[in-house]
């Protein structure tokens, strides 16, 4: 279950909040009354920042179109006179 505390409460007890954060799950601290961040246990930290950052192979076989993507755009060209050769 996901329980608010308010910063103050946060550092105060901070060793209370982690062991809640372990043991319930993700724990949203408050900033005068606005949700500031949230606190995770390490190993739900690594999945989402997993799934949020695919690989290569899993770019590649994505089923979106990506070719828009991998082609930068290209500028437009000045015409250059040819140097003449005599």
Do not use: N
């Not at 606190?39 to 979106?64: G, H, N, S, T």
């Amino acid at each position: 279950m996901t329980r608010t505390w308010q910063v103050q409460d946060a550092k105060a007890r901070f060793s209370e909040l982690l062991e809640t954060s372990l043991a319930e799950g993700p724990q949203v601290v408050t900033k005068r009354g606005v949700e500031a961040a949230v606190l995770v246990p390490i190993d739900q930290w690594r999945r989402l920042e997993k799934m949020a950052r695919p690989d290569l192979k899993e770019l590649l076989l994505a089923p979106e179109a990506r070719t828009d993507t991998l082609t930068p755009p290209r500028k437009k060209h000045r015409h250059r006179v040819s140097p003449a050769f005599e």
